[in-house]
């Protein structure tokens, strides 16, 4: 997945490459004005080939060039808007027997060290993390993630046909990109389908969830943005059905429909990630489920 380079913009050394970043300054929380990635940051700079993750730049509200609702996109993928195609809710048979489709699953609830789970009954470590985990970051079910921090799953895998994410996480510094997942899909072919999730932290204590993806390597584009939450945990379930190239959405409960997947034709990291981008992030779970 060489498409994670932008994947990597949210993970640049955990992630192997370039799902994170380093276009943010740190004492604003905004992006720079070279910043090649983006006005739609998904904040995911790790792998080269990882999946991207850079989150909207923008605030709520905002309108500047990179702000998906100025620049042409599709009326149908925008926030809370659904489109008329649906996912696939057939199920499946997997190797591990995951709740939705029985497919292989990849979970971690950040009680253990992550790099020791072996759950899924492919006799390889689920998750992966660049050098020694660091275990005191792990308190009370939650992990601790420090900037440029990120977990990502082992082995490779194309995540193709339906992919169904969970993901429970907050920022906790006031900034652009904070905690974030990534993961580039639909690798069993020519093409990449990417899609992030980053959760910014504003100085006046409410977060904004984006979700997008990406229409080339370095093009991000938002498919739906949950403004002025609270500086809570917020789960965030993405069910895409990537061969018909679409992914419903629901983030704190609230249903933001389904929307077409933006794609692009390449190569990109092979996995998912998840963890903190420029700023600290808490992460208490994370579920990825591929059906068959």
């Known amino acids: 997945m060489r498409g994670l380079s932008a994947f990597a913009l949210v993970c640049v050394s955990a992630c192997g490459g370039g799902l994170v970043e380093s276009d943010t300054d740190p004492s604003d929380g905004t992006e720079s004005s070279g910043a090649a990635d983006d006005a739609v940051d998904d904040g995911v700079d790790g792998p080269t080939s990882q999946p991207e993750t850079s989150p909207t730049d923008d605030g709520p509200g905002d309108t500047t060039v990179g702000d998906p609702s100025t620049t042409g996109s599709d009326p149908s993928t925008t926030v809370g808007e659904e489109t008329t195609g649906t996912t696939d809710e057939g199920t499946t048979t997997g190797t591990s027997g995951g709740p939705i489709c029985g497919g292989l699953v990849w979970d971690a609830q950040m009680d253990v060290d992550p790099t020791t789970l072996e759950n899924n009954g492919d006799g390889v470590p689920d998750w992966a993390f660049d050098g020694p985990f660091p275990v005191e970051t792990l308190v009370g079910g939650v992990w601790q993630a420090a900037p440029m921090s ?93 061969v018909a190239g679409q992914v419903a959405v629901i983030i704190a409960g609230v249903d933001y429909g389904t929307h077409a997947m933006p794609s692009y034709v390449g190569t990109a990291d092979p996995y998912a990630v998840v963890g903190a981008s420029m700023f600290a992030a808490e992460i208490d779970a994370v579920t990825i489920e591929r059906c068959d």
């Not at 993961?183 to 932290?201: A, P």
């Not at 229409?215 to 945990?233: C, E, G, S």
Request: glycine fraction near 8%.
């Open 150 to 242: 990120w977990l990502r799953t082992s082995p490779d895998d194309p995540f193709a046909g339906r992919v169904i994410v969970d993901v429970r996480l907050r920022s906790v510094a006031i900034g652009t990109r904070g905690a974030t997942f990534a993961v580039n899909t639909g690798q069993d072919d020519d093409t990449v389908s990417f899609m992030f999730v980053n959760v910014r932290l504003f100085e006046g204590g409410t977060q904004t969830v984006t979700v997008g993806g990406r229409t080339d390597p370095m093009t991000a584009m938002q498919l739906v943005q949950a403004p002025a939450l609270p500086a809570d945990f917020v789960d965030v379930h993405l069910d895409a059905d990537v």
